[in-house]
């Protein structure tokens, strides 16, 4: 469970998340495990970064970030971070630190270049810039999180949406820098609202609890989506696990309509 950011988490969403995979007849391993209670853990993994030289303070805003990464004439090269603070004399760090903004941390990746291989997307090498591992309100980030989640549960393989296809270098990177083993990675088309956009909430009723079908139906329409069910056929989860080839996932996103499923 994915719940380091307190202030999105909302009482009674992980029961209906695991509720909702139970009766698509999805389990899981072992008891399940939430992030805000693994702590430790990513504060033992901050300290070995930082023991080893590899972080430093950042205390710009996103507003900084975004006018510092704008090139000269005026068009943001990306979200990268710049590295404004990378080399902060001692002075100019009490300097920023008394005017009370709290720090984030950075990694010093150093522009490294980190090439992987997707078992759907394929080959690709990215240049990495000095990411946030721990939020300046003293939250570990994301990538921080998942990486020593991974490692500690010993996942070969992450299957995950496309839309995280962009994270992955990072998180191979700080794999490395701590000395964990690098998991194969497998980045899945997303679910399309008719917009195009990845489907949420603002598409209407998407959610297993307000739609009108069974929870079987939901899963013959993933199914069919995935290639491995016939249109109107419900298929067992068993018939599904048979069937399964990570070969043949598709390549493309799904779009979805209200009427998908019908
Ligand atoms: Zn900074």
Redesign the pocket.
Known sequence: MEDLDRSRVRPGIEQTQLSDLRAIGLDWDGPVVRQSERMELYEEAIEQLDAGGLLYP???TRAEIRAAASAPHGISTSDRYPG??RDLTALQRAEREAAGRPPALRVRAGDARVAFEDRLLGCSEEMVDDFVVRRNDGTPAYQLAVVVDDARQQIGEVVRGADLADSTPRQILLARLLGLREPAYAHVPLVLGPDGRRLAKRHGAVALSDRSEGPEEVRSWMARTLGLAETGEMASIDDLLDRFDPERLPREPTVWSPSSTV
């Open positions: 950042c205390f710009c404004t603070c």
